[in-house]
């Protein structure tokens, strides 16, 4: 918001822009000296629409994850998958190169300790391979035996 004013004093253009005015104008002023500032602002405002749509967006090898959509996609291809199994690979790819243990992941998603036995976690990583086309040898989603799931973001990874 820009204010125009015909006041020239201090207190009145300070109390303004503490109450959230973005520029202040005092009159007698050029109609391109107005135009200009508009054009500044609406320059900020586009720079921080612009940042607000990439803070969502996590890229992982050839994967791109869309936060606000929760849509995964893998080399430009959108993947099919619920909302659990994005909840779990946008996990696992925010942390990625380190190894998440079962527990953690338990923790974070579901709010519960691992037990040991459930494995509701193993079926969703099985099913994650399953749509990302991730075989034996693994490429993307490795497990790490006795220590839980890895996300490698290496262009090497990158399928075929």
């Known amino acids: 918001m820009i204010i125009l004013t ?14 959230g005015a973005d520029d202040f104008i ?53 993947l099919e998958m619920s909302d659990s199994e994005f909840d779990l690979f946008y996990f696992l790819a925010s942390h990625v190169d380190s190894i998440i243990s079962r527990d953690d992941i338990s923790r974070q998603l579901y709010g519960r300790e691992f037990d040991g036995l459930d494995r509701t976690i193993d079926n969703k990583i099985m099913k994650i391979r399953k749509v990302i086309g991730d ?7 490795i497990t790490v035996r006795g220590k839980g799931y890895i996300i490698v973001n290496s262009k090497e990874t990158e399928c075929c």
Do not use: C, W
């Open 135 to 141: 075989n034996i040898p693994y490429r993307h989603l």
């Open 26 to 78: 005092q009159k007698p002023v050029n109609p391109r000296i107005i135009l200009a500032r508009f054009r500044k602002l609406l320059r900020l405002a586009q720079g921080v629409e612009s940042k607000r749509k990439l803070d969502h967006i996590l890229n992982v090898g050839p994967f791109k994850f869309n936060l606000l959509t929760r849509v995964v996609s893998q080399s430009d291809i959108k």
């Open 6 to 19: 015909a006041s020239n004093d201090d207190i009145d253009e300070i109390t303004l822009l503490e109450m």
